[in-house]
């Protein structure tokens, strides 16, 4: 039997502390959250053994909420404080929680390098192609031709796909969910912060206040709708042509590889220069 | 039981940080290659994880910070070192660590700027930027080491203000200084005077992370040591959560100011010389402080009564300390490797007492002894120029 809503958030929430949320009504954020907190509460956690980290955006206010050790550090910057996190107290559970053009914008170098150095890290980037608490500016996930606050003419670059840049630069687990998808989101998260290494999932979200309403898709329920339509998984993916998956989603595990995790290799480099000095 | 005996030994300026960094029990080392300053992070990166320490090259000086801030909120004692283009981008993440109060020391080995500038050059240019770099009121504290002694001495006591008043410290250093090879002889790590941060003593339910002691400074808890706290950049109340209330809004940066001010007395540094009567001083910080003392001594032995009033700290400016001098002297001489920054605080605490002159040189070079003599013999001929 799965933990109630609510034993979840009598567990979790920093209850009479912070208070309504600044989250508009049916934003996407809030499933991410309710995944995140059923991975660790069936991974059986401690909270004090848990580090949530965020950048700037809405999403950034989500440790606010919850009752970890919690930082909400500069734009774009939340690996980076958790790589000294995870480098100084390798004990700490530490998991980033990120916003697209947090993670891909103005964080993009901070990802790569991340998903390259193979930290034992969770990060979640949940990715609403827009950046909704500055006003609906277009973010680096805007699709083609969209209409944002800085695109009224159409926007005409092209968006990244922020699981494909984790691939590619190397990170140990890679997965997409959708907030449609809440039960394989949870999955996803918890697979993610079980794995050695840097792990990626991304969860494709609703901003319906900011993006969904100027690009006529409708409502929060309108645009779950969408995701639900255009999820396939990434085994009926591979049976598909490039043609047919213009416009699809891709969910599930997209990269699952066993390297060297550089936490444990550091260990190595501590007992190699402590015999070295003692040799001299 | 055979006693330690300190050695002799022959260390660049660079070095020596590195020394004082490990004597204060520096443990966490992250990020990026830039000259002059580059040695502080090889040495570090062999060092340091034979100490059970951490170094890490970061992407770039903004995750530099950004990690060296993270490994702090561990309880871990953390540090940087760049020059001015890196010190440039660690701007945003010093203010987080102002407003979040996490202590850490970032070393800037001062080149020629502004840009890219004269990487292989001395300059004095950062001292303002390294007061009001990041956006914002703020409080910070400024160092600056003027030999290899000194940049193992005020890198511990960098770390020692650090801890106690829970804020980043920046300590200057200059190509010269950071490049010079100086023989020395260093204390033990027995004898070095180590502060910690003091931790919360009462249970985890009763803590407030940012309720403060009479000092102003609030007890410090670790992630992971089960004082589960919020820390954010924005503005946060004693809990540590976000606030718009205007009266929590103005306490919180009332006692960011506060902290620092009761503890003016124990922050300030200067070394004096030649300044009991001296009837005109040289106020100089850096490698330019060797060439004053030079200047001063070779002045005093032509009969001039010159002093030197050498500033370790250069913020909080030392007000205090030089207020007495500038009623006593008729003129005070500010020589600096940039167009004039701490004669800028100077003029500003003068109000009128004494003349305030300038020596200002940019092109690369240091400013030579015979220089601050020559202005001297000027300004106690009272032809100021």
Redesign the interface.
């Known amino acids: 039997m799965p933990p109630s809503i609510q034993a979840l958030t009598h567990k979790y929430f ?1 209850h009479n ?2 208070f309504p949320h600044v989250w508009c009504p049916g934003c996407g954020n809030g499933i991410v959250m309710g995944a995140l907190l059923r991975a660790i509460t069936r991974l059986d956690l401690e ?3 848990i ?1 949530l ?1 965020s950048g700037i955006g809405c999403s950034g206010r989500m ?2 909420y919850l ?8 734009h774009g ?1 939340a690996l ?10 390798p ?2 559970n530490v998991v980033a929680i990120m916003g697209d053009g947090d993670a891909t914008a103005i964080g993009g ?2 990802l790569i ?1 991340a998903a390259r150095r193979n930290l034992n890290l969770t990060a979640i980037i949940i990715n609403n192609s827009i950046y909704g608490m500055t006003g609906g500016q277009y973010s680096p996930t805007t699709p083609f031709g969209s209409t944002t606050t800085t695109s009224v003419y159409g926007h005409i670059e092209h968006a990244f796909s922020i699981s494909e840049l984790a691939v590619t630069a190397g990170a140990a687990f890679v997965a997409r969910s959708t907030v449609y998808h809440a039960a394989l989101a949870d999955q996803l998260i918890e697979q993610a912060m079980i794995k050695p290494g840097f792990a990626v999932v991304e969860i494709i979200s609703n901003c319906h206040v900011q993006y969904g309403r100027r690009n006529k898709i409708g409502n929060a329920i309108d645009m779950l709708t969408s995701f639900k339509e255009q999820a396939v998984t990434v085994k009926k993916a591979a049976t598909m042509e490039e043609e047919e998956l213009q416009g699809k989603i891709t969910i599930g595990v997209l990269a699952d590889r066993d390297l060297p995790v550089s936490t444990d290799e ?1 260990k190595r ?2 007992e ?3 015999s ?2 003692e040799g001299k | 039981m055979t006693e330690a005996k300190r050695k002799r030994c022959l260390l660049q300026g660079n070095e020596a940080i590195v020394q004082g960094a490990l004597a204060a029990r520096c ?2 080392f ?1 990020g990026y290659p830039i000259t002059p300053a580059s040695e502080i992070a090889e040495q570090l990166s ?5 100490v ?1 320490g ?1 170094f ?1 090259q ?3 000086e ?15 004692k ?1 540090m940087t070192a760049t020059s001015g283009p890196g010190f440039s981008l660690m701007q ?2 010093l203010g ?1 660590a102002c407003a979040a109060e996490v202590p850490c020391v970032i070393v800037n080995v001062m080149r020629g700027g502004p840009s890219t500038g004269l990487p292989t050059s001395p300059a004095q240019g950062d001292v303002q930027m390294a007061r009001w770099g990041t956006h914002g009121d703020h409080p910070i504290i400024v160092l600056a080491v003027s030999s290899v002694l000194d940049s193992f001495t005020i890198t511990v006591k960098a770390f020692n203000l650090a801890e106690k008043y829970r804020i980043p410290v920046i300590v200057l250093s200059d190509e010269v200084v950071a490049h010079t090879r100086e023989s020395v002889e260093l204390p033990l790590d027995s004898e070095v005077k180590v502060v910690n941060r003091i931790a919360p003593g009462m249970p985890p339910d009763w803590y407030k992370p940012y309720e403060a002691d009479t000092r102003g400074v609030p007890p410090m808890a ?5 004082y ?7 503005v946060h109340d004693q ?1 540590g ?2 606030t718009q209330n205007p009266q929590e809004v103005e306490k919180f940066h009332l006692r960011l100011s506060m902290k620092i001010t009761k503890g003016l007395s124990d922050i300030q540094l200067t070394k004096k010389f030649h300044m009991d009567d001296a009837e005109l001083f040289v106020v100089a910080y850096g490698s330019v402080a060797r060439s004053a003392m030079r200047a001063v001594e070779d002045a005093r032995k032509a009969g001039i009564k010159a002093g030197l009033l050498q500033l370790i700290t250069l913020f909080p400016f030392p007000r205090r300390t030089l207020t007495p001098y500038l009623q006593q002297c008729h003129s005070v001489l500010v020589p600096e490797l940039n167009l004039g920054q701490i004669s800028r605080e100077v003029q500003r605490v003068n109000q009128g007492q004494c003349a305030v002159v300038k020596l200002n040189r940019v092109d690369g070079r240091l400013i030579t002894p015979q220089q601050i003599y020559n202005r001297l013999v000027k300004l106690s001929a009272g032809r100021v120029s």
């Open positions: 920093r502390k912070r909270k004090d053994e580090v980290a440790p606010t009752d970890f050790n919690t930082l909400h550090t500069t910057r980076t404080f958790a790589t000294g996190i995870k480098l100084a107290n004990a700490l170098n901070h390098h550091y480099i501590r190699q220069a402590r070295k000095q | 443990r966490f992250a062999v060092r340091l994880p034979a059970n951490t890490i970061m992407e770039d903004i995750a530099s910070i950004g990690a060296v801030i993270g490994a702090s909120l561990t309880g871990v953390a945003e993440n987080f670790s992630f992971g040591d089960g589960r706290h919020h820390v954010t950049g924005l809990d959560f976000p």
